[in-house]
């Protein structure tokens, strides 16, 4: 019966073998009428045979390999009734015939070479050594000869070792496109089938050189074909290594075994790269020996060392990487490969051997010949290069220390990498799947005509020929083309991710026992980086570095230049102390160690934070998935006031009846922003204004939300509606929007009735959610606390927590004193009904804003007060110069000169109506009420002491108004504010210098006329 079908591949059953040309052509042949004749022209036996048509139809190129066995029937027309009886000989035939017209050429110009393909034999791999005895004896050399030589170095000889080589590669390519032998297996025969022509060659050299005895001489597989990951097709890289052989029966000097050595490895080149009646096998190149073409093509194991140390350039460290004997003496070859080893697992300590390996793959992109870049499997972007560089940078960077990593081969070393967790999983998986499809395609291209090429080809056939031969048959040209492109862009993102990854450049600068920390001067070598407790930092790098599992594997590659960052942190042992903890937290974790391994800015930015913050690092410890913030500046962006609202309101929303938990999930919300906006201030992505004002929307939304929990816990125990509008109204630093990290929240609540409610069932339900926002945001959490502090309302703690519209305008009307006009000059709204807010704020307004201005009496009581204050609510024992808050120059005296100037011209001047301080100055200035640089120096005050006071928490954890008296916590801070590591009294003298000058001005502005 005959397989038809309308599409490549399906299937229908016909009474009888009907080989018409519109339903070969519909099977996949590309000349339909041509493949019938030649069925035809096989015999009745073949036309019939639906096996047969089945395998030339699977077949890459089923023209192709119909050609080529109707050749190979002329010669012999035995193979059809062999075909018949050996599946495995027709699958392996047929595949190799249909993606090798070289192949297929070989056959049948040596018919019996399809016997190799026959049997049991088919499919067993040959070891080298037997790959070797077979070319050696090919030559009419004796493989046990220690060192063999051939029968002759005539052309008859050559061209039996081509016979013989391109026999055992028809064999090889059987196997590979029948799927018999896997990618790492057909490279490695390759590399060993290279080496066997390798000694061939050079026993045909000795039989032409007779003194070849006098010399050792060993041939180095460089490239591919030193890490066993040869192609079909390819320059096989030497490298020739002689000494004179001291038992040779007329021993010679080093000169004259150079000269023989030398002779004996052109012949040997000759021999594999010379044309004969069949052919050449390939270019053996030797360019990357030292000097390259300049150089002595041999030379001695010394000569090379002492090269090696005192010349070579930081590629020929890459290309020794490779270095493995192939050929010819097997004891030379093997001390020239341990020698050559030590020094290739030192280079990456070589100055600038990062950047000069990133610098090699630039160059060699740029070489590329126009046009063919997009094309180019090999040298082009997201191409074989791409990989290979990328592996052998980060193995010999890591590989020094990491004898894991010392592998020739790309594939295993790239596994190895990732068990090493110096590339991620999914990264090393994708890279090697791409790895891998790559040189399938390379295999196939240069099978076709058994030719060097890496470009992938334009036409139509040809790209039809390569997706049918990696097994794409419903769309062949299309599905291979999308697989390429993908695997090529997947890979250039992932080399340009690996291989300019800054943590190499920093690994690599490491000295080799810094890397280690295992030497007994390690504890004196952390001390003199400026760790205060160096068997302490000892104890956390052993319980983060132990172990053999892959977190441990990680940090083993972190820890050594993290421990350089944390010593350039204000305080190393809590950087390295908040670094163990967080890891002990997150890393087992799949992100978190990958994070810091792939994205060095994260690292290098988590390390200067811990070092700096005990406050920032306790929040991470509490909160250290935040560690993804670090990634990037625009991380670190405030969110937006609306977008946070909502997603704190929505936390409380999944939480109903449960108000405990509600706002400890909001809490947990504002630690994660508290977190965002302690990093960009500490790294000065926000300037001190931002700071405040994103500290203050931060509590405006967790008051809100725990306003939402308080009321439907109030609402939920009342089993009634609440029967009353709430609002929270900002007042001090919060109103300002000017909050510090440790600012408590002072407000005021207003409620007012709803229509047909009792007053007093409004005001115990209002009452009711004040204590109740008050208890849920007091509640013990791990995240700083947010007090709320009503103590500025009416009558201060004496007076009711909460009052009406009406009860506020009663009292103001009638009692409000002073201070409590100048307090409302920062009331805000902050939370609950935006009308009732608005409402008490419009009630307020006369007071604060004064249409005449405040009396005289009352700038005197003001004065007064501020004076009284100065003298009794400073700290005992607190340096009035270094008190930020309540100080000279500090920030009460400030802001009273900003909330004067408010009460007297606020009433007639609107631009001055500003809950915030600076706003007020620039107003003044503008309203002419204000010099220039009066404003300046009060604000630079302003700035500074705010800065000063938010480092103090941000340092110690704990807020605190004065310049700390202790040395070390004084430089600490100073640190942390941009001071060098000995700037401590260059900052205690600018700020005494910033708050002495703006002292001067309060002095003539608030206190004078």
């Not at 050299?205 to 180095?220: D, K, N, P, T």
């Not at 190499?504 to 952390?526: F, K, Y």
């Not at 409590?820 to 006369?846: I, K, M, N, V, Y």
């Not at 606020?906 to 706003?919: D, F």
């Amino acid at each position: 019966m005959l397989a038809t079908g309308d599409e490549e591949g399906a299937v229908d059953t016909v009474p009888r073998m009907q080989t018409t040309a519109g339903r070969l052509a519909r099977l996949g042949f590309a000349d339909g009428a041509r493949a019938e004749r030649l069925l035809h022209g096989l015999g009745p036996e073949a036309a019939g045979d639906l096996a047969l048509l089945e395998s030339l139809v699977g077949a890459a190129d089923p023209d192709l390999a119909l050609t080529s066995l109707d050749r190979l029937a002329e010669k012999d027309p035995g193979v059809l009734g062999a075909l018949r009886g050996d599946p495995g000989l027709r699958a392996g035939l047929l595949g190799v015939f249909g993606v090798s017209a070289a192949l297929g050429e070989h056959v049948v110009r040596h018919p019996g070479h399809w016997r190799l393909l026959e049997g049991e034999r088919a499919g067993r791999r040959p070891s080298g050594t037997e790959l070797r005895a077979e070319l050696l004896t090919a030559v009419g050399a004796d493989p046990g000869d220690p060192e063999p030589r051939a029968r002759d170095a005539s052309t008859a000889a050559l061209a039996a070792l081509r016979v013989a080589y391109r026999g055992r590669l028809l064999h090889l390519a059987a196997r590979d496109v029948t799927g018999r032998a896997a990618l790492a297996e057909v490279t490695a025969e390759l590399s060993d089938l290279a080496g066997a022509a390798l000694e061939a060659g050079l026993a045909v050299a000795r039989a032409e050189h007779g003194e070849a005895g006098s010399v050792r001489l060993a041939v180095i597989g460089m490239g591919k074909c030193g890490a066993r990951e040869l192609n079909y097709i390819s320059d096989v890289d030497v490298i020739f290594v002689a000494e004179p052989r001291e038992d040779a029966a007329e021993p010679v000097d080093e000169a004259t075994a150079l000269r023989v050595a030398t002779r004996l490895a052109q012949s040997t080149m000759r021999a594999c790269s010379a044309a004969t009646p069949e052919g050449s096998l390939w270019e053996v190149d030797a360019a990357l020996r030292p000097e390259g073409k300049a150089g002595p093509l041999v030379r001695t194991l010394a000569s090379h060392l002492a090269y090696y140390r005192r010349w070579a350039k930081t590629w020929e460290f890459q290309a020794l990487l490779k270095a493995r004997p192939v050929a010819g003496d097997a004891e030379l070859g093997n001390r020239y490969a341990e020698a050559v080893d030590e020094l290739v697992w030192q280079a990456a300590t070589r100055e600038r051997f990062v950047e000069d390996v990133q610098a090699m793959r630039r160059r060699v992109e740029a070489h590329i010949r126009a046009g063919e870049a997009e094309r180019q499997l090999k040298l082009g972007p997201g191409g074989l290069r791409d990989i290979e560089f990328a592996v052998q940078l980060l193995q010999l960077v890591h590989g020094r220390l990491d004898p894991l990593l010392r592998r020739r081969a790309t594939l295993p070393a790239l596994a190895a990498l990732s068990r090493g967790g110096y590339v991620g999983r999914d990264d090393a998986r994708a890279l090697a799947e791409a790895y891998s499809f790559l040189r399938q395609v390379e295999h196939l291209l240069q099978l076709h005509r058994l030719r060097r090429t890496h470009v992938v080809p334009e036409g139509e056939g040809d790209l039809r020929r390569l997706g049918r031969g990696l097994g794409m048959t419903a769309d062949p040209v299309g599905e291979f083309t999308t697989r390429w492109r993908r695997h090529a862009l997947e890979v250039r993102r992932l080399h340009e991710k690996l291989f300019y990854r800054p943590l190499l450049q920093a690994v690599a600068r490491l000295p080799e026992s810094e890397d280690r920390l295992s030497t007994a001067a390690a504890q004196a070598r952390l001390e003199a980086l400026g760790y205060t407790d160096p068997a302490g930092a000892l104890r956390h790098i052993s319980a983060l570095t132990s172990g053999v599992s892959r977190r441990a594997a990680i940090q083993r590659t972190l820890l050594p230049v993290m421990l350089g960052w944390f010593a350039d942190a204000p305080d190393p042992d809590a950087g390295l102390l908040g670094f163990r903890q967080i890891s002990d937290k997150l890393g087992a974790t799949s992100w978190y160690l990958r994070l810091l391994r792939d994205e060095t800015a994260v690292a290098s930015r988590m390390a200067r934070l811990l070092g700096t913050s005990r406050y920032a690092a306790g929040l991470l410890l509490h909160a250290p998935e935040a560690v993804a913030l670090l990634g990037s500046d625009t991380e670190l962006d405030p969110r937006r006031p609306g977008a946070l609202l909502a997603e704190a309101r929505a936390t409380v929303g999944r939480y109903p009846g449960h108000a405990e938990t509600a706002v400890a999930a909001a809490r947990a919300l504002r630690r994660r922003e508290l977190f965002r906006t302690a990093v960009a201030d500490l790294t000065g992505h926000l300037d001190i204004e931002q700071v405040g004002q994103a500290l203050s929307t931060l509590n405006d939304v967790t008051v809100q939300a725990a306003l939402d929990a308080a009321i439907a816990k109030v609402e939920m125990e009342r089993r009634a509606p609440l029967g009353t509008r709430f609002a929270v109204i900002a007042m001090g630093r919060l109103g300002g929007v000017e909050c510090s990290y440790g600012s408590d929240a002072d407000v005021m609540f207003v409620h007012e009735p709803l229509p047909g409610v009792p007053e007093k069932d409004a005001t115990d339900a209002a009452h009711a959610v004040a204590n109740e926002l008050r208890r849920l945001l007091a509640l013990p959490a791990p995240d700083p606390p947010l007090l709320v502090d009503p103590g500025l309302r009416p009558e201060g703690r004496q007076g009711p927590l909460v009052r009406t519209l009406a009860s506020y305008a009663a009292y103001y009307e009638r009692w409000s004193a002073p201070w409590e006009s100048q307090a409302l000059l920062r009331a805000r709204f902050c939370a609950g009904d935006a009308g009732l807010g608005t409402g008490l704020l419009h009630l307020a307004d006369p007071l604060r804003y004064p249409a005449e201005g405040v009396s005289d009496a009352a700038v005197l009581q003001i004065r007064k007060l501020k004076a009284r204050m100065e003298a009794e609510r400073l700290p005992r024992g607190a340096d009035p110069a270094l008190h930020t808050k309540l100080g000279r120059g500090g920030l009460s005296d400030v802001e009273w000169v900003a909330q004067l100037l408010q009460l007297r011209h606020a009433g007639r001047l609107p631009s001055l109506r500003t809950t915030r301080t600076l706003e007020a100055l620039r107003a003044a200035v503008a309203e002419k009420l204000l010099d220039p640089a009066d404003e300046a120096v009060l604000a630079d005050a302003w700035r500074f002491a705010s800065r000063v006071r938010d480092a103090i928490v941000l340092v110690r954890g704990r807020a605190s108004d004065s310049v700390p008296a202790d040395v070390r916590e004084r430089t600490l801070l100073a640190r942390a504010l941009g001071y060098p590591p000995d700037g401590s009294e260059d900052f205690v003298d600018d700020y005494r210098r910033v708050t002495r000058r703006a002292r001067a001005v309060v002095e003539r502005v608030f206190y004078g006329d």
